[in-house]
């Protein structure tokens, strides 16, 4: 199960209909989202960006129906999902590295330009 960070922001109308009638999105957020099988640990509001950030946890191969649903809703002038993860996860994963061999594209270019001189 990962963790995962979703932004979204309301378009003009979602936010007519909130001043004209408040209500709490936290329930809405976590009805949709148990539809497939995210829970949600947290939400706020960054008034700086008038943005929600939501966290979720759940699996990550729904990060698409998770955006496709927010952004068919109407509501909203854009969704996006992260995947996040923990300083141990990120150690974990870090030290899984070592032994992953990567050959860097321009490699082949630096050591002709090298022999060439």
Known sequence: ?????MKTRYNG???QGM????????????DAFSQFGW???DMFWIPSTAEWLILAEGDPEMIITAEVSAMASGA???????????????RARSAAA????????????????????
């Open 1 to 5: 199960m990962a963790i995962i960070l």
């Open 13 to 15: 109308a979602s936010f």
């Open 19 to 30: 001043v004209s009638d408040p209500t709490d999105r936290r329930e809405a957020t976590q």
């Open 39 to 41: 829970r949600l640990p």
């Open 76 to 90: 909203f002038e854009y969704a996006t999902c992260e995947v996040i993860a923990t300083p141990e996860e990120f």
């Open 98 to 117: 070592r032994n992953v061999v990567l050959k860097a594209p321009n490699r082949d270019e630096i050591d002709r330009m090298l022999m060439e001189e």
